[in-house]
């Protein structure tokens, strides 16, 4: 197989293309937020919002049937109204963020799937649930575009705030910023994030592409700009590298995607010289071994 | 040197958190360019006291004043350093992008970094002696060089008042002895440094004044004047303490063979 057949060809689809601008695009902007929710330790919150997105696409399907514009925005307000009524639960009551959060992920998720078994057919779902590249739509272009675009100007209009809120939320208050402001607005864009990369990537692998870049560049770089461009560097080759992959095997393009950022984090996690497994132990090993030769 | 701008003034100030009381009619001057340990047990108020200085709680009653200003305008005066375990350490980010953050308030959203506010940051570096550690992440420093990051910052900001939560909290003894060195050289340029300390001891030999409090000022004035016996035991054990009762002092004070 020349390297025209397993690069270029598969772009002469435009189902292809698509597919592939937008998981560029996706890479950008998950990128970017996701080295946040890692620095601010949100990881699992993600996970938490990807989930309770599925009742707003069920109810969207029940009401309009295939409108693809109805099903993200069923999505998109399933997600905002769970990171509301967290936020809400945590303030008003005893029960902390991450509890709050947790709670009504999974009430909204088994709204989801309760819907979800009442609905006739299933077929045309199992692209938001897992993710295609065929299924990626010109308006799910145009949504992946946009969010992508708000996204990276919110991070360049507010960036100082953001790595405030992110590193030093008590400086950012004392010097009159408005911290609260910036949280709401991740999160918001989170789950406009999540609703974009749901025909790629489908719900549940979406935030893959979000959170293995960021992890993975946190095991490599000590700067914040350099986390952030390392980031969406990586999302976006392993991007490209699982559309081929899943053009060429057949695997659902998501799954392809996250397993090729998988595996860079996975060598990342054990080889990295500084914060890796590997390095780590070594210098334990070092240090009990002198040790005992300073007992000696 | 005292002259009115420059002075802290609470009058009457009473800061409840539901129907408890954590601070009760508190009137005191703190005249600036003098190092003013807050004093007292653990929920004595000591953390609504600067809290309260930087205008973040409503006050049931009372006001504080920072020269003429209320503390919502004079912001940019104030700088409130975070105690050390609340700052996650593994943050990608070194010395000088720590200190960086000390111009951020003072920048506009599309403003980028001037020559003066990288002159800013390099003189406040070069005051806390961590120019050569600029480049480090910020895990790779020692104790007491992470607490001068955070007063680098603050200088870079243009502070001059500076509240600090528990500063001496974790320190060795030589960093200890460091930061009372920085301490005594900002109260020589005119600084006011406000900090909650838990340790007499050092607060003794830290600062020159001193606030104790137990809900409301039990004394305040020059340091040797507010720690006396009285007050402590005012202070710590509401006056009713081991002192007056020897059975709980043979009990608390003799350990078993």
């Keep these: ?296 | 040197m005292n002259s009115a701008p420059n002075i802290l003034r609470f009058r009457d100030v009473t800061v409840r958190y539901g129907r408890q009381p954590a601070l009760q009619d508190v009137t005191l001057d703190i005249p600036c360019g003098s190092l003013t340990a807050v004093l007292g047990p653990n929920g004595a108020g000591k953390s609504t006291f600067l809290r309260a200085c930087l205008g973040w709680l409503p006050l049931t009653r009372g006001e504080i004043r920072i020269g003429d200003a209320h503390p919502q305008h004079a912001l940019p005066r104030l700088a409130y350093l975070p105690q050390r375990h609340a700052v996650d350490w593994d943050f990608p980010i070194t010395v000088r992008g720590v200190v960086e953050q000390g111009r951020y308030p003072a920048l506009r959203l599309w403003q980028r970094f001037s020559d003066r506010d990288r002159a800013l940051v390099d003189r406040a570096l070069a005051e806390l002696g961590l120019t050569d550690l600029a480049d480090r992440q910020i895990s790779q420093l020692s104790g007491g060089q992470q607490q001068r990051i955070f007063l680098a910052r603050a200088l870079a900001q243009g502070a001059d008042i500076f509240l600090l939560d528990e500063p001496f909290t974790g320190l060795d003894l030589l960093a200890v002895e460091e930061l009372t060195r920085i301490f005594r050289s900002w109260e020589a340029r005119g600084r006011t440094v406000l900090a909650a300390v838990h340790d007499l001891d050092i607060a003794r030999r830290a600062f020159g004044r001193a606030v104790l409090l137990a809900t409301s000022v039990v004394a305040e004035g020059p340091i040797e004047s507010v720690l006396t016996e009285a007050n402590i035991d005012l202070a710590f054990r509401r006056g009713k303490g081991a002192r007056d009762d020897p059975l709980r002092m043979a009990r608390t004070a003799e350990f078993p063979e």
């Design chain 1, 1 to 296: 197989m020349s390297f025209h057949d397993l690069i270029v060809d598969p772009f002469s689809f435009g189902f292809m293309q698509r597919g592939l601008f937008s998981a560029l695009l996706l890479s950008l902007s998950g990128g970017l937020l996701g080295s946040i929710l890692v620095l601010r330790r949100l990881a699992l919150m993600g996970d938490a919002l990807s989930h309770s997105l599925l009742p707003g696409i069920a109810v969207a399907w029940l009401l309009f049937g295939t409108n693809t514009l109805a099903l993200f925005v069923g999505a998109l307000v399933a997600g905002l109204l769970t990171a509301l009524g967290s936020a809400l639960v945590s303030r008003l009551t005893r029960i902390k963020e991450d509890a709050a959060f947790g709670s009504l992920f999974t009430i909204f998720f088994a709204a989801g799937v309760a819907l979800l078994s009442r609905l006739p057919a299933r077929v045309n779902l199992e692209h938001f649930l897992f993710g295609s590249v065929l299924g990626v739509s010109a308006s799910g272009l145009r949504l992946a575009a946009f969010s992508s675009a708000v996204t990276l100007v919110v991070f360049v209009v507010g960036r100082r705030s953001i790595l405030l809120e992110t590193f030093d939320p008590v400086f950012l208050r004392a010097t009159g910023g408005r911290g609260p402001i910036v949280h709401a607005g991740l999160l918001a864009l989170t789950v406009l994030n999540l609703v974009a990369a749901m025909q790629t990537m489908g719900v549940v692998l979406a935030l893959g592409l979000f959170l293995l870049p960021a992890v993975t560049a946190y095991l490599w770089c000590d700067h914040f700009a350099l986390l952030l461009v390392f980031a969406v560097a990586l999302a976006a080759a392993c991007s490209f590298a699982g559309i081929v992959l899943s053009y060429h095997s057949g695997v659902a393009s998501g799954a392809s995607i996250v397993l090729c950022l998988g595996i860079v984090f996975i060598a990342s996690a054990l080889f990295s010289p500084r914060h890796g497994a590997a390095a780590r132990l070594v210098e334990f090993i070092r240090e009990r071994h002198s040790v005992h030769r300073s007992a000696d």
